[in-house]
């Protein structure tokens, strides 16, 4: 364990020197860095998959159920999309020198800020080894040196794609130790490298709610928690049913294992007969399981082919990353947001509505990351954001909210110009 210590505190030394020479390193270089992992993703797809099969006849023979499974999985389908990821961060402007806000003072001082990168950035995550390329990617972009540490489930998965990344990036003549990957599975690792402040800048955690709190626990520096996602719906009571339909559909089956599909569905009662109905029957095509408030079970325990259960205290407020929903029929637009406010975890919630002041009013008291109207929770990704990518999703409210993109990543220093100014 003595040297597995000495190894990190030597990774956190190195990343913290490289920080230094990658907050002026031009965009030109972190550019071509970003453009040959994406032609490594593609050009070396077999070493890739070959590694991820070994993660995932571990999973398998460690009885780890299917939702994690899915979320280690890498097939070339998955790995295209992470190239086209990195290719479109590489298209996004480099916010690193960006100045802003300035302004002269009566004094004739010129004042403004300047963005800045964060330094050293540490990475935890758990289970999927796309986040691997995803925070290497940003956080070069950015700027950024990072320390990745994931999960012992896709160790193999990890190593290939940090060995990638910085094969690759090494020929852009990025500064050595820009981007490093702690191989140890050692979990007593997490308590030393959560306090290497003097290394580290900043931690962002990504993984199960345990995890996440661990983190934010013990952490000696700032810390980005967020990524638990329990995600309502609710249909008002003028809602389109076709529209409501799909959007439920879309949020709670399209990919069950991630943090922003749907868990809970909240009804108005007055429509909540010809929604829970028709919702029912589609989510049923698709092996959902509806945990059901008695009035909401009243509505389907007639229908045939459906999946339900008594909802009990502990199905409200639970992230399920699978195909398992809550629902609840409530009487109102109040009673829906009191709902939310009481379970929510500040993620991603979703109103159907065709009333522009119930629409609105969600929008407004609704205290979420992410709040929508009339569209899936799907949507809350850094990609699908405009961002390129993301190393998380925040649920906290300093510094940053939501998908965290390359500004995110960054601070700023304010910049002041004289011309001999003494202060009276």
């Not at 940053?400 to 100014?421: C, D, H, M, V």
Request: aromatic residues 4%; glycine residues 8%; charged residues 25%.
């Amino acid at each position: 364990m003595t040297n597995a210590v000495t190894e990190l505190k030597n990774i956190g030394k190195a990343a913290k020197e490289a920080s230094r020479k990658l907050a002026y390193l031009s965009t030109d270089v972190k550019n071509k860095a970003l453009l040959n992992i994406a032609e490594d993703l593609r050009s070396k797809t077999k070493e890739i998959l070959t590694a991820n099969k070994l993660d995932l006849k571990q999973a398998m023979a460690n009885g780890i159920n299917k939702t994690m499974q899915d979320r280690l999985l890498l097939n070339e389908t998955r790995l295209e999309g992470m190239a086209k990821d990195v290719l479109n961060v590489a298209t996004l402007p480099d916010p690193v020198g960006e100045v802003f806000d300035m302004r002269t003072m009566p004094n004739g001082l010129l004042i403004g800020r300047k963005r800045v990168p964060l330094g050293a950035i540490g990475a935890m995550y758990e289970s999927r080894p796309n986040v691997t390329v995803d925070i290497a990617t940003l956080c070069l972009k950015s700027g950024n040196a990072v320390i990745l540490r994931g999960g012992k489930e896709a160790i193999n998965s990890n190593l290939a794609l940090s060995k990638l990344v910085q094969k690759a990036i090494a020929r852009a003549s990025v500064p050595e130790g820009a981007v490093q990957f702690i191989e140890n599975t050692d979990r007593s690792l997490v308590d030393k490298m959560l306090k290497m402040n003097e290394y580290i800048d900043l931690m962002i955690p990504r993984g199960s709610d345990a995890f996440v709190r661990l983190v934010v626990r013990n952490a000696t520096m700032a810390v980005v928690a967020g990524g638990i996602g329990v995600c309502h719906t609710y249909i008002d009571l003028t809602a389109d049913i076709d529209k409501a339909v799909a959007i439920v559909y879309n949020a709670k089956v399209q990919k069950p294992s991630v943090c922003n599909a749907l868990d809970t569905i909240l009804v108005h009662k007055g429509i909540a007969a010809r929604f829970l109905s028709l919702v029912a029957k589609e989510l049923a095509k698709a092996g959902v399981e509806l945990h059901c408030d008695a009035r909401s079970l009243s509505i389907l325990k007639s229908k045939r082919g459906l999946k339900l259960k008594a909802a009990v205290k502990e199905d409200w407020g639970k992230e399920f990353l699978a195909l398992i929903a809550a629902v609840k029929v409530v009487g109102s637009l109040d009673e829906a947001l009191e709902h939310i406010a009481r379970y929510g975890s500040g993620h991603s919630e979703a109103i159907v509505t065709e009333d522009y002041a119930s629409g609105m009013r969600f929008l407004n008291e609704v205290d979420a990351a992410c709040v929508y109207l009339n569209a899936s929770t799907r949507f809350t990704d850094g990609s699908q954001f405009g961002l390129g990518a993301e190393v998380g999703i925040s649920t906290q409210k300093m510094h940053a909210r939501g998908p965290l993109g390359l500004k995110e990543l960054t601070s700023y220093k304010w910049i002041i110009f004289g011309n001999g100014q003494v202060r009276p």
